[in-house]
């Protein structure tokens, strides 16, 4: 267990070299701390912060005499030039690189061709929707989806970027005007290529920038294509504004809708491969998602109004005449030219409505408020809206091909994968704790599946999940394993609503009740991007967690502890030197728990980049009960309560969703990609030959043929698709190592577990004679500190060199989280709990 800090405000020090900002713990008492907790409250985690905010680094800071750590193998010493160096000794180095460090230069590789791909191909679709290339724009997406799910692999996470690779990066990143990563990052052996994902978003690193995105591949595509077509319809007028001219542009903005339609489901739809390829978030794709939402709306809505106009003041006609007259609706005379003339205007109607039923119901307070209002009612609309699209124009089906092939090929399957463990009773629950004094937080224990042992990093990943007895909808929740328990997967929640509430009631139905656990649904796993490289792509990560936001970091954390473990017997250096938590909560139940069962980590677990933990308990508490108390003895009254209670299993281990890709051997892809593709290429296939030789120009009714068509066809083949992969995923998983694995946290348990102990030694010959505390017995690797109240941070905080600052919490904690983290040396990467 961790040692704790309990009596001082005082911070914890860390010194550094002018400049060099490699530094290592060290207990200092005159209060001027970075990295720590001030008593005045003013400055966290601040690099300058003596209390009156100024910076005196050169004083405070400088090293004027040499100090030298001995960690086991390793020593790190300062030069006389001011410049510090890592060795490792030679009788100590690991013989071989323990399992995290292992680099698999082919998983780099490909990781960058994915990427390459993925980007490229998303380029080109945007260069065909500038051209208004709607037979061709579906392409390049589908190609790019069945590249990339066979090439995939998620086990690259501290790779060694290649020389090519790293030159054409900062090249083409230079193209776009970008900062180049290079410039501001140490030369570490290790850099990870979540800066490849910076070309794309041009930022500094840290979550993408999703308006840069947006412009650059949906709104300047759109705009070229409008400008385009209504400049050309225009010229060939002779800019003469005639009826024939009025229809043109009309037309005009419906076809721009369409284009912004056209892949506006690529980054929603489950499992989305590209997304996964560039690294994005789900919930930064749905950024996407809404914005060419927004802009199909507002032209789809304008082609209405403007059609209006020409039915109204150009061709005079009644309103009335809309409606398609009493003897159209007869077979016979359905697809007579008039009255599908008439059918067309009424399905524009119907468009019109569904467009302003979806962006209505989609603001942002519905969002927040009725939630299932909301979900209900886009997945209604979306779908009159998608029927009535295809009926209004016999060419909408390949406008909106990427976005209906794509979206039919990435959902489907993962329905029928949870429809199917939805009949055999859902993932089986293992454990419910219902956590004491933490204001109705439970977590869930369910068991995985043998052949799919939490394999990949679970740094920042959510599953969906759906518990039909209470709610058809999906609820994401972050999920976290122990990393002594790598059969388990787990996720806490909060009973904030209707749902989680009756979940919490239902679950706390004990076996003497003798009722069963309701089939739970889950769907995962989400979060493309790796946090654990963005982590060590920084010298100083930061994370300040609220609530129940800390299970975002508890794989982070446990990845980090494995790392930096298993990296002192390698020959790897890091860019990362230190690691700073703030945990911001009320619930001493919670804290208890979190703290016991997660971070509970050992003196020597945080030796490299040493971690220091701030809880912050902001719920008034007496002086006898402080959090001081919370130790092993206090923790004995809960234990009880915390191995949960009695439950009736039902279901089976959960199995992650079967046609991920991203594993190791591009032979293990292959099954997901020959899906992918049959399921994509195939309902492309339907939808020409439809097009072709079904639909006419006149008849409307018989375009809907081709969406029931291609949803059948998804149906099947991913029932069949997924029976296939079940049985050869049993015979493949068994003949696989356990040591091929190495990205999987639990095999390479052991390894870690093995790391040299030894203790560490710090000699601190004549530096200065203010420390107030005695280093032999005081650990300098993790640290814990409880304090009162909410942390206030402020600029300074975060302005660290080279820091990352992750933050899951209240959206007042983000805000706040966000405004001090404007510095170029502060890169932010949010957990967001609401979408
Ligand atoms: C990526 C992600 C990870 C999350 N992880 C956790 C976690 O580890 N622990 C935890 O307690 N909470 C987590 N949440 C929040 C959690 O999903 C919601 O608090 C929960 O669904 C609310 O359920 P409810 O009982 O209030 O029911 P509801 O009344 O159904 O939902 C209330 C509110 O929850 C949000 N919500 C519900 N369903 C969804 C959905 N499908 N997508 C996005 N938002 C939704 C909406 O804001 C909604 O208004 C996470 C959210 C996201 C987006």
Redesign the pocket.
Known sequence: MGVQSLETPEGIEYFTSQHHHRSYGSMHGDGRSYGSMHGDGRSYGSMHGDGDGEVDETEAYHLKQPIHVETSGMHVFETGDDDFSIQTTESEKAPNSTCPLNIHMGGNVRSLLCRFTAAACILLYSIFVALGKYELHIHPLLGAGSICTLLCTTNNIKRKRSRLGSTFISRISKAFCCKSQQQHTATGPFENTSSNMNMLSCSKRGDPNMNRINILLVLLPCLVYGMRSVGGHMADNGFEFNQSLHKHVANDFGKLSAFAMSAFLVPVARHSILLECLGLDP?YGLRVHIFSGCIAVVTGLGHGIYWFFIWMLVQKKEFWEIIPSGDCWTKTRHDHEDCSAQFVNLLGILCGVCFIGLSVTSLWWI???Y??FFYVSHIVFSILLCYGLAMHYNKMILYLAPSLVYYLASCVPALVQAFRSWSEGGALITKVVHIPDSRDCVELSIQMDEHHKLEESLCGK?VRVCVPEI?K??????VYSDQDDPHNLK????C??????DLSDRLSLTKSSGVQNPKFLVDGFYGAEDRLSNALDHETIVIVAGG?GI?SYISLLNKLRSTTRSSINSETTFQTNRIILHWTCRDEGLIRYVKENYLDFKDEDFRNFPLSLYIHHTHAINNESTLCAIDKEDNMNYDNEWKGQEIVPRGKPFVPYQLSSGHRKIAQNLPAAILFSLLTWGNLWIILYFYKNVQTKKAVLSRIYVLISMSLYSIILSGLGLLILQWASQHSYSSVSTADNCGDSSTCTKNKDDASTKDISVSTEGSSDDFSFDLENQPISYQIKHSQGRPEFNEDSFDLPDTCVFVCGPASLLKSVRECCKSDNCAIYEE????
């Open positions: 919930r969002r927040r408020n939630y299932r959510y709610s909808v999906w609820h994401p929740f972050t996720l806490t929640f909060r904030t609503g209707p749902f989680t509430q129940v299970v967001i709990f609401e979408m």
